[in-house]
């Protein structure tokens, strides 16, 4: 049995404990008591050292907890120094006794109870059993929590009987003594983790990302430094953004809505301007090109590169004229486009299929306009493929 010695002391950080057994070459170790945090309860395990070793993971194994070292201890026996990370163990403080304050909170305001917790490295998450969490009342819930925190109440640790524990914020479902953990005049909940002694240390609470999740509405939180680490990160990504568009953080939103609206009406600007270009520029072509035996003018196109979609656009614009077939190609890429107007006589789907089918290529499409892709060098002797299909109808 390993004595938790983070139990009744939160804020040790130095401690002196006997090796009770070493295994794994030295590298799993068992104490009489430690100062350092197993993973358990959501809230992750401690880091520091123990012998001068790197104490990389704790592991609680109900009535031992291991520690694992990035290196062997030299000792099997007798007595070993251990060191908390502090910096790492009272940001875990933070996060957690912060959850049990935004628990609290949203309870009492809004009645909503929370169903699962998760400390994560960069943020937390708070589950509650609300289908809708409106930002407004976040928001308030976020405030109502900033002023319990600067009314620093006390945080202590009691053990009690779990039959005979009252006021509980949640049902334990353990017999026997208990740890409770109690908010002075706002909550008390039955839990083995590490807390800060008073809620002025939380430092202050963040709500950031609301998502809905199937067992209700899912809440990120930080708390503390965290929470001043990731508002200077926030700060300077707006700042960022606000910089690329000469403006001031609070203007950045907006200027973006209205930089995005006048790109969207740009963008269809664009698209109308594009195609009555390729309306007219098609009619040019195709009073330039002199009709073969049945009449039609087939239109034959060569782009070194450019976007397909504006390959398409062209030969749209091209099949939309009396007895016209296009056939167009990118060269770079080695894309092949046909197509045919409805009065042509041409198709246009299997002609391509069996002209990129004898090159190695593949594609295909309707009657009236097909795609398809090929060997760089092979682009050419489809194109000429297909007219020759052509000729054989005509
Ligand atoms: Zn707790």
Not at 278 to 302: I, K, L
């Amino acid at each position: 049995m390993t004595q938790r010695l983070y139990y009744n002391d939160a804020y040790l950080t130095v401690f002196d404990a006997t090796i009770v057994e070493v295994t794994e070459g030295g590298r799993r170790v068992y104490l009489d008591r430690t100062a350092l945090y197993p993973t358990s309860g959501g809230q992750l395990f401690d880091t520091g050292t123990l012998g001068g070793r790197r104490v990389v993971d704790v592991v609680d194994e109900e009535s031992r907890i291991a520690h694992l070292l990035a290196e062997p201890l030299a000792q099997t026996s007798g007595s070993v120094e251990g060191r908390v990370d502090w910096a790492r163990r009272f940001d875990h403080m933070q996060q957690h006794t912060g959850q049990h304050l935004l628990s609290a909170v949203l309870e009492d305001l809004y009645g909503w109870k929370t169903v699962s917790v998760h400390f994560g490295d960069e943020t937390s998450t708070l589950d509650v059993d609300a289908g809708a969490a409106p930002r407004a009342k976040l928001d308030a819930a976020e405030w109502r929590a900033n002023e319990v925190i600067a009314e620093n109440r006390s945080v202590g640790v009691s053990y009690e009987d779990a039959a005979a524990a009252t006021g509980l914020r949640k049902a334990t479902e353990r017999s026997g003594e208990i740890r409770i953990v109690t908010i002075a005049e706002l909550d008390r909940s039955a839990c083995g983790g590490t807390h800060v002694r008073a809620t002025g240390e939380i430092g202050g609470l963040l709500l950031r990302r609301v998502e809905q999740v199937k067992q209700g509405t899912r809440i990120e939180f930080v708390c503390g430094l965290r929470a001043v680490a990731r508002a200077r990160a926030d700060y300077a990504s707006l700042s960022g953004i606000a910089a690329s568009l000469s403006c001031g953080v609070d203007e950045a939103a907006a200027v973006v809505a209205q930089r995005m609206e006048a790109a969207r009406e740009g963008e269809a600007a664009r698209r109308k301007l594009a195609k009555e270009l390729d309306a007219y520029r098609a009619r040019e072509r195709y009073e330039a090109t002199p009709p073969d035996a049945r009449g039609v003018r087939r239109v034959v196109e060569r782009r070194a590169e450019g976007s397909l979609d504006d390959l398409k656009g062209f030969a749209h614009a091209v099949c939309a004229l009396p007895r016209a077939a296009f056939v167009g190609v990118l060269a770079a890429s080695g894309r092949v486009l046909v197509g045919t107007s409805e009065d042509s006589g041409l198709v246009a789907g299997t002609v391509l299929k069996d002209a990129l089918a004898a090159a190695g290529g593949r594609g295909g499409g309707s009657p009236r306009m097909a795609q398809g892709a090929v060997a760089v060098a092979r682009a050419e002797g489809v194109v000429q493929a297909v007219l020759n299909a052509w000729d054989r109808e005509t």
